[in-house]
T-cell receptor
Framework: LAKTTQPISMDSYEGQEVNITCSHN???????ITWYQQFPSQGPRFIIQ???TKVTNEVASLFIPADRKSSTLSLPRVSLSDTAVYYC??????????FGAGTRLTVKP | EAGVAQSPRYKIIEKRQSVAFWCNPI?????LYWYQQILGQGPKLLIQ????????DSQLPKDRFSAERLKGVDSTLKIQPAKLEDSAVYLC?????????????FGPGTRLTVL
């Protein structure tokens, strides 16, 4: 299983773009990169998933370089409601995916 | 579309007692997961079902934890006997399949406190 490393915490201000980087040096050929968001007292919620290059949806963008040894979740113009824990998971989709400790993002006014 | 349902939402028990949690996945979802989330940590997968068969239970403490998914729909997770370190939130999730493009949908969880 590919091990992931993310910053433990990050602070930002409303309206800023936030980039959270995840390292996964031993990612395997069949592995995808998936990000989840978790608010207090709730279960995690899917944000975005990708294999290579760039993926964008209505919530975020995911940048994956050619070597796939890292990935960056980009949240445009964050608001206070984006304060949450963000998890980077690497593995075969919905199989053998393991949550790490995540990155606690705090958005300040 | 109804989400993943879990009950109870909260449970307080004494150590060495037994407890059971129930999960009803999203209709039509073949894959069901149970996670344990200790305060301040990420969710830890305990068991994964595909329909009513076990796909992965490598992290399930089988001496005290058991889970079943009869008829490939609802599932129950049981702890017998409970230990203090079992205090955590138990999350159930489901997905349509276990493949690319499919995502896990999580329930609200059951918060277990073992005294």
């Amino acid at each position: 299983l590919a091990k992931t490393t993310q910053p433990i915490s990050m602070d930002s201000y409303e309206g800023q773009e936030v980039n959270i980087t995840c390292s996964h040096n031993n990612i395997a050929t069949n592995d995808y990169i998936t990000w989840y968001q978790q608010f207090p007292s709730q279960g995690p919620r899917f944000i975005i998933q990708g294999y290579k290059t760039k993926v964008t949806n209505e919530v975020a963008s995911l940048f994956i370089p050619a070597d796939r040894k890292s990935s960056t979740l980009s949240l445009p113009r964050v608001s206070l409601s984006d304060t949450a824990v963000y998890y980077c998971l690497v593995g075969e989709v919905n199989n053998d995916m393991r949550f790490g400790a995540g990155t606690r993002l705090t958005v300040k006014p | 579309e109804a989400g993943v349902a879990q009950s109870p939402r909260y449970k307080i028990i004494e150590k060495r007692q037994s407890v059971a949690f129930w999960c009803n996945p999203i209709s039509g979802h073949a894959t069901l997961y149970w996670y344990q989330q200790i305060l301040g940590q990420g969710p830890k997968l305990l068991i994964q079902f595909q329909n009513n068969g076990v796909v992965d239970d490598s992290q399930l403490p089988k001496d005290r934890f058991s889970a079943e998914r009869l008829k490939g729909v609802d599932s129950t997770l049981k702890i017998q006997p409970a230990k203090l370190e079992d205090s955590a939130v138990y999350l159930c999730a489901s997905s349509y399949l276990a493949g690319v493009g499919d995502t896990q949908y999580f329930g609200p969880g059951t918060r277990l406190t073992v005294l």
